[in-house]
């Protein structure tokens, strides 16, 4: 065996080397990144870039305090953002960011802006540079790996959003073997939000993630469902009730008629995300901000 001999001015300088690794690593495991969201203070997120996805559509990039910093929002819960509507009063309403705290240093927020929409006017007026207030995270669901086999989704229009970021988390992470099944409707295949980014996601993991769309008013060839609002059918079809899966909706009061018909029970539905598709005015907002404080 052969004998390797050190100088001491050598091992001085590998120890101070060790050294130095362990209390960086031990830097990084204590020091955590902290989130920039603060469930009972409007916080500021100056808007970086908007990007119009269709004439009522448009993708909101808000910068973080550093390039590093985080919003610190668990998958599965949403944040609210105050505004002003045109008449000049308060408004807010809950929307789910299409990021994870994987993107560092901004979120980004798919918002349509519908033509009577009090928030929506806040969100249309917005120029790059304005600032958003922000307060969260809120929610009564949180998505963890292993808490279901799979997640039957309902999804209404806008009520995309919280699904798609629901979504995202479970098939970016390889430790995570849950199965997705979303049935998505709109009215139009233009009002459709993220359905190239679903696409993608239903053409890479096809053993995980299905996707099936239904539209109200369909184009001539067009393969998936139609009508106003998703059929008894249809659920049935793609989300058979099971004690190991859980069922998410965000969208009309219909689908909830569909799901009680169908028997499935209040135990595995979470359908506290309907309301973060609807504007909330001057009225409710101190209300619901006073509730906000309790949770």
Excluded at 22 to 46: D, I, R, S
Excluded at 216 to 230: C, F, L, M
Aim: proline residues 6%; charged residues 20%; contains cysteine.
């Amino acid at each position: 065996m052969e004998l390797i001999c050190i100088s001491p001015a050598e091992l001085l300088g590998v120890t101070v080397a060790l050294s130095l690794v362990g209390t960086a690593a031990a830097y990084l495991y204590h020091n955590k990144p902290n989130g920039c969201l603060n469930p009972e203070k409007f916080m500021e997120f100056k808007l970086e870039k908007k990007t119009p996805l269709s004439p009522n559509t448009a993708k909101f990039r808000f910068v973080l305090p550093t390039p590093t910093s985080v919003l610190g929002l668990p998958v599965g819960q949403h944040i609210i953002c105050r505004g002003i509507d045109s008449e000049g009063l308060e408004v807010i309403r809950q929307y789910t960011p299409i990021t994870l705290d994987s993107d560092v240093g901004y979120f980004e927020l798919v918002v349509k802006m519908y033509p009577k929409g009090r928030m929506s006017h806040h969100f249309r007026e917005m120029r790059e540079g304005d600032y958003l207030s922000v307060l969260g995270p809120k929610g009564n669901f949180k998505h963890k790996p292993g808490q279901a086999r799979a997640l039957g989704m309902l999804a209404g229009d806008s009520g995309i959003t919280p699904m798609f970021q629901i979504i995202r988390a479970i098939l970016e992470n390889p430790k995570d073997k849950t199965n997705v099944r979303l049935i998505y409707a709109s009215v139009t295949l233009d009002d459709m939000l993220l359905k190239k980014e679903l696409d993608a996601f239903a053409s890479k993991f096809r053993s995980r993630f299905e996707v099936y769309y239904v539209l109200s008013k369909p184009p001539v060839a067009w393969n998936g469902g139609t009508g106003k609002t998703i059929s008894r059918e249809v659920i049935q079809s793609f989300c058979q009730p099971a004690q190991d899966i859980q069922i998410l909706r965000c969208g009309s009061a219909a689908m909830a008629a569909q799901l009680n018909a169908l028997g499935y029970k209040s135990e595995i539905r979470f359908e506290s995300m309907e309301w973060s598709c609807c504007d909330l005015g001057h009225g409710v907002v101190q209300r619901i901000l006073r509730d906000c404080m309790r949770t």
